[in-house]
T-cell receptor, first 114, second 113 residues
Framework: ETGVTQTPRHLVMGMTNKKSLKCEQH?????MYWYKQSAKKPLELMFV???????ENNSVPSRFSPECPNSSHLFLHLHTLQPEDSALYLC?????????????FGPGTRLLVL | GDSVTQMEGPVTLSEEAFLTINCTYT??????LFWYVQYPGEGLQLLLK?????DKGSNKGFEATYRKETTSFHLEKGSVQVSDSAVYFC????????????FGTGTRLTVIP
C-alpha cells in the first residue's frame, strides 16, 4: 500500500464511450502525475500537476483530458479513444520543493479499448 | 536530454543466484537515481534511491551505488528469491526544477526454484 489509490483497476471501453479514471493520494503531497505504460515501451509521462496547476502536457492527444480539483485528487477523462490507447495508466504523487523527488505510484488502471 | 539505459531482459535466474541489472544514465547536473520494482498486476514501488555520488541505496537485500565516474547505478542482490520475480525500472530525476522522472525500459526478472 503506497498511499495512492486508483479506480477502476480494470476498464473496457468502446471507441465512442466516455469514461474517467480516478486517482487519490493520502500522503499530503502537492504534485500528481499521469503516466502511460505500454508493452515494450518506457513509461510515458502524460501530465503533471503542481499545487493543482498543470505544469506539463507531454504532447498528449486531446482525447485525454486531465482534471485536478485539489491536491489530493486527479482525474483522467477519456473520450473517443483508439485501440492503441490500450495500456496501463499509472498515477503518482510526490512532495515537491523539499529536495525529495521520490514519486509514489498507485496500482494502475488497466484499460482496453475495443 | 536526460535518459536512462538499462539492460534488456528477460533475466532468468535460479533461486539463491547473484543478480546484477545494469543501468547507466545521461544527465546534465547531478540527478537523483532510483530503482523501482513492479510486481505482477501492480503499480511501481520504490525499491531504493541515491541522491549524490558514492551514495549506496539499499532495501530488501538489494543494493545500488551511485557512480558518477561511470554514470552508472547497477542493481545487485546476493541471493535472489522466487518472490523477487518482477520488472525492475531504473530512473533518474532531473534537476531542472521540474523534478520529473526519466525511466528505463524495465528488466523482467524471473527466479525459478
Amino acid at each position: 500500500e503506497t498511499g495512492v489509490t486508483q479506480t477502476p483497476r480494470h476498464l473496457v471501453m468502446g471507441m465512442t464511450n466516455k469514461k474517467s479514471l480516478k486517482c487519490e493520494q493520502h500522503l499530503g503531497h502537492n504534485a500528481m502525475y499521469w503516466y502511460k505504460q505500454s508493452a515494450k515501451k518506457p513509461l510515458e509521462l502524460m501530465f503533471v500537476y503542481n499545487f493543482k496547476e498543470q505544469t506539463e502536457n507531454n504532447s498528449v492527444p486531446s482525447r485525454f483530458s486531465p482534471e485536478c480539483p485539489n491536491s489530493s485528487h486527479l482525474f483522467l477523462h477519456l473520450h473517443t479513444l483508439q485501440p492503441e490507447d490500450s495500456a496501463l495508466y499509472l498515477c503518482a504523487s510526490s512532495q515537491r520543493a523539499t529536495g525529495d523527488e521520490t514519486q509514489y505510484f498507485g496500482p494502475g488502471t488497466r484499460l482496453l479499448v475495443l | 536530454g536526460d535518459s536512462v539505459t538499462q539492460m534488456e531482459g528477460p533475466v532468468t535466474l535460479s533461486e539463491e543466484a547473484f543478480l546484477t541489472i545494469n543501468c547507466t544514465y545521461t544527465a546534465t547536473g547531478y540527478p537523483s537515481l532510483f530503482w523501482y520494482v513492479q510486481y505482477p498486476g501492480e503499480g511501481l514501488q520504490l525499491l531504493l534511491k541515491a541522491t549524490k555520488a558514492d551514495d549506496k541505496g539499499s532495501n530488501k537485500g538489494f543494493e545500488a551505488t551511485y557512480r558518477k565516474e561511470t554514470t552508472s547505478f547497477h542493481l545487485e542482490k546476493g541471493s535472489v528469491q522466487v518472490s523477487d520475480s518482477a520488472v525492475y525500472f531504473c530512473a533518474l530525476s532531473d534537476q531542472t526544477g521540474a523534478n520529473n522522472l526519466f525511466f528505463g525500459t524495465g528488466t523482467r526478472l524471473t527466479v525459478i526454484p
